[in-house]
């Protein structure tokens, strides 16, 4: 088993890593095969020189074993990394003054509510989603959304973290046009994934009962060999799947990298999202659970 992580430089932290400066901190190239997560941690740590402490939970793994992690990304921010990991590993990464606790005794999820006019009248809640999440608000599992019309009180179940960017986002405002994306490179880093997606061609693929991990490896190899440096990010979240790795078989030529993400998702009973900074394909039940 083998371990290859590639950085690039970190940023000067303050005193308090906020989910902006994490955004910040990008990596050039992360690879991990195999690795075991309290190397990939101690690594991620050290080489942070003090700016940033990146621990495990004290006895996180005391009920089995260290989990492995096998990932490759490409100009991936530090923010997003910590919540592949987290989806990964089923822990939970929370800030904790300068340090990042990776575990599994974490802070739970908190509820709110929000008195804010959604327009249009007619808005979908999962558009509602989409809007917070430009803004940067993650929904993992085990966070919910609703919203009641009648008034106008948005609920949401979810971290503390994301509270505060829901709570700083909503401050001063009666409504919100859920039509009106902010403008940020986030943003245009999702487009461009799905442009990427639509214009990065498979001249031929062939598979006869292949796990689906080795699939999606291959796939994120064959985008970069395709559309250099970068090709596309595509994260497949295998927790839970242990000795229950979807095999596929599938035989396309010519065909868009969105296409063949689609029908693997399909012949593996997978889920597939466009995020911010990946593809993240997830048992359809995972996702299914964070509707």
């Known amino acids: 088993m083998k371990m290859l992580l590639v950085f690039s430089c970190f940023l000067v932290f303050s005193c308090f890593i906020s989910a902006g400066e994490l955004d910040n901190i990008v990596f050039d190239r992360i690879d991990f095969d195999d690795a075991k997560l309290d190397k990939v941690v101690n690594f991620l740590s050290?080489?942070?020189?003090g700016r940033a402490n990146i621990l495990l939970e004290k006895d996180y793994d005391k009920d089995g074993e260290i989990p492995l992690l096998t990932m490759s990304f490409r100009n991936i921010p530090l923010s997003a990394l910590l919540k592949y990991i987290s989806m990964a590993?089923?822990?939970k990464?929370?800030?904790?003054?300068?340090n990042v606790i990776i575990g599994k005794e974490m802070t739970p999820y908190l509820t709110r509510h929000y008195v804010v006019t959604v327009r249009p009248l007619n808005f979908e809640l999962e558009g509602l989603k989409q809007y917070l999440e430009a803004f940067g608000v993650d929904f993992l599992k085990g966070s919910?959304?609703?919203y009641t019309r009648k008034s106008n009180r948005l609920t949401v179940r979810n971290t503390p973290d994301n509270q505060k960017k829901i709570a700083m986002l909503l401050a001063g405002r009666k409504e919100i046009d859920i039509n009106v994306r902010p403008r940020s490179e986030v943003l245009n880093l999702a487009t461009d994934i799905k442009a990427r997606l639509s214009s990065i061609k498979i001249d031929r693929i062939e598979f006869k009962d292949e796990p689906l991990n080795t699939i999606v490896l291959y796939l994120a190899h064959r985008a970069r060999e395709i559309s250099p440096p970068n090709g596309v990010n595509i994260f497949l979240c295998e927790y839970g799947m242990i000795d229950k790795m979807p095999r596929v078989t599938i035989s396309l030529s010519n065909i868009s990298l969105g296409d063949v993400l689609r029908y693997i998702c399909i012949g593996g009973n997978m889920d597939y999202?466009?995020?911010?900074y990946a593809v993240v394909i997830t048992p359809q039940k995972l996702t299914d659970g964070n509707k």
Do not use: M, P, V, Y
């Not at 050290?46 to 020189?49: A, L, N, Q, W």
């Open 89 to 91: 590993t089923g822990l």
């Open 93 to 98: 990464a929370q800030n904790k003054g300068k």
């Open 46 to 49: 050290h080489k942070s020189g």
């Open 273 to 276: 999202k466009i995020e911010n």
């Open 144 to 146: 919910k959304i609703l």
